[in-house]
């Protein structure tokens, strides 16, 4: 009977071990998976925030989500340590910067622009209308401005044209003109100086009052003087400043594409801001048809500069044809004054210039600016 309660009281005994390690063993596999879970979901967490960054850094400022850095780098620590501290993981936000990079600057312009095509066909019997011309031109902005989108150019270029009815012309003179100075790399604007009423005309002045007006429009150092019936028939024929003033219209259809004397400075010519203030500007008291040409190229060799060209073969113009304007009959005190520019140069110039601004209007092609300039003195009495 004892041995019988004494096995009854060991089976207990041993189940009840049995069931505390069956107990023990549930207890430690709950532990196991719960630990085992938290350090998944925390080293995906952190994955996941390393690659985020590193595949999506492009799009983390448009998407507006964040990805975060895990600061482990406390000296001997370890996932565990963390864990066992009960310490939280504080995420290290990386900054975003909103900033966007500033652009390179350009390089300048080459002396050569690759664009240029050489010699030009140009004809003056297709129409011409302003919305053509506008259509051509999409990157001139208002005023008739423009600047090269890919380098930076040396000068910054005035186009001054003195201006009386002579719209057609003008078109014609855009149509070809626009086009060429963008493949030259200019930054320019150009600007029609537009003499009011019927006095008599004077084309000296009328540049004197672009220079002066252009300057207060933008800090330009380059003044390119064209009438508006010349176009160019070459596009290597460039227009800006030189070390020297420039004369571009050395071979005009009209005179067999030949320079007709040495002295010549008509047409088409240039000066930078420097040398046109040496000269004291051009004359104002050319009144008519004639003479201020050969007084500024005068001025020129009085200040001692010399006037450059370019080769004869780039510098052809064809002109476009037309009667003679009334009101700038040929001046017949021309031949008098332009002996004594030695004596008039100081007193008559861009120093003594009078006008008055009527309008300032921007079309989309270019800049008119309107203006009274005077009458001329009467003229002497012949005796």
Same mark, same amino acid.
């Given at each position: 009977?004892?041995?019988?309660?004494? !096995?009854?009281?060991?089976?207990?005994?041993?189940?009840?071990?049995?069931?505390?390690?069956?107990?023990?063993?549930?207890?430690?596999?709950?532990?196991?998976?719960?630990?085992?879970?938290?350090?998944?979901?925390?080293?995906?967490?952190?994955?996941?925030?390393?690659?985020?960054?590193?595949?999506? @850094?492009?799009?983390?400022?448009?998407?507006?989500?964040?990805? *975060?850095?895990?600061?482990?780098?406390?000296?001997?620590?370890?996932?565990?340590?963390?864990?066992?501290?009960?310490?939280?993981?504080?995420?290290?936000?990386?900054?975003?910067?909103?900033?966007?990079?500033?652009?390179?600057?350009?390089?300048?312009?080459?002396? $050569?622009?690759?664009?240029? @095509?050489?010699?030009?066909?140009?004809?003056?019997?297709?129409?011409?209308?302003?919305?053509?011309?506008?259509?051509?031109?999409?990157?001139?902005?208002?005023?008739?401005?423009?600047?090269?989108?890919?380098?930076?150019p040396r000068w910054k270029v005035?186009?001054?044209?003195?201006?009386?009815?002579?719209?057609?012309?003008?078109?014609?003179?855009?149509? *070809?003109?626009?086009?060429?100075?963008?493949?030259?790399?200019?930054? *320019?604007?150009?600007?029609?100086?537009?003499?009011?009423?019927?006095?008599?005309?004077n084309r000296a002045k009328l540049?004197?009052?672009?220079?002066?007006?252009?300057?207060?429009?933008?800090?330009?150092?380059?003044?390119?003087?064209?009438?508006?019936?010349?176009?160019?028939?070459?596009?290597?024929?460039?227009?800006?400043?030189?070390?020297?003033?420039?004369?571009?219209?050395?071979?005009?259809?009209?005179?067999?594409?030949?320079?007709?004397?040495?002295?010549?400075?008509?047409? @088409?010519?240039?000066?930078?801001?420097?040398?046109?203030?040496?000269?004291?500007?051009?004359?104002?008291?050319?009144?008519?048809? !004639?003479?201020?040409?050969?007084?500024?190229? $005068?001025?020129i060799t009085l200040n001692g500069?010399?006037?450059?060209?370019?080769?004869?073969?780039?510098?052809?113009?064809?002109?476009?044809?037309?009667?003679?304007?009334?009101?700038?009959?040929?001046?017949?005190?021309?031949?008098?004054?332009?002996?004594?520019?030695?004596?008039?140069?100081?007193?008559?110039?861009?120093?003594?210039?009078?006008?008055?601004?009527?309008?300032?209007?921007?079309?989309?092609?270019?800049?008119?600016?309107? @203006?009274?300039?005077?009458?001329?003195?009467?003229?002497?009495?012949?005796?």
């Amino acid at each position: 009977m004892t041995r019988l309660m004494l !096995g009854r009281t060991l089976e207990r005994i041993c189940k009840g071990v049995l069931l505390l390690c069956l107990l023990h063993f549930i207890i430690m596999m709950i532990l196991y998976f719960d630990v085992y879970s938290q350090r998944f979901d925390l080293f995906s967490r952190f994955n996941n925030g390393r690659n985020g960054s590193r595949n999506n @850094v492009s799009g983390a400022a448009g998407s507006g989500h964040h990805f *975060y850095y895990y600061n482990l780098s406390r000296p001997n620590a370890t996932l565990a340590s963390y864990m066992a501290t009960g310490e939280q993981l504080v995420p290290s936000v990386q900054p975003e910067t909103n900033q966007t990079p500033s652009p390179k600057p350009l390089p300048p312009c080459t002396e $050569n622009p690759p664009g240029l @095509v050489g010699r030009l066909l140009i004809e003056f019997s297709s129409q011409m209308t302003m919305e053509r011309v506008q259509k051509e031109n999409p990157n001139v902005t208002e005023g008739g401005r423009y600047t090269p989108p890919d380098c930076r150019p040396r000068w910054k270029v005035a186009i001054i044209i003195p201006f009386r009815h002579r719209e057609n012309h003008l078109k014609y003179w855009l149509h *070809y003109l626009h086009p060429i100075l963008r493949r030259q790399k200019i930054d *320019y604007g150009i600007y029609i100086i537009n003499q009011l009423g019927e006095e008599t005309f004077n084309r000296a002045k009328l540049l004197n009052i672009g220079y002066t007006e252009t300057l207060k429009e933008a800090e330009y150092d380059c003044f390119i003087f064209s009438d508006v019936d010349l176009i160019p028939m070459d596009d290597r024929n460039l227009y800006h400043c030189y070390d020297q003033p420039r004369h571009f219209a050395i071979a005009m259809d009209k005179f067999g594409f030949r320079l007709p004397y040495a002295g010549y400075f008509g047409g @088409v010519s240039g000066l930078s801001k420097k040398q046109f203030l040496k000269i004291n500007g051009f004359p104002n008291e050319y009144w008519g048809w !004639g003479g201020e040409d050969d007084d500024i190229y $005068n001025r020129i060799t009085l200040n001692g500069m010399k006037v450059s060209r370019p080769d004869v073969r780039i510098g052809r113009y064809r002109m476009i044809k037309h009667e003679r304007d009334k009101h700038n009959e040929p001046n017949p005190q021309r031949f008098n004054k332009i002996q004594n520019t030695k004596n008039t140069m100081k007193k008559d110039g861009i120093s003594s210039l009078t006008y008055r601004v009527v309008q300032v209007k921007r079309y989309p092609l270019y800049t008119n600016i309107s @203006v009274e300039i005077g009458k001329p003195p009467p003229r002497p009495i012949k005796g």
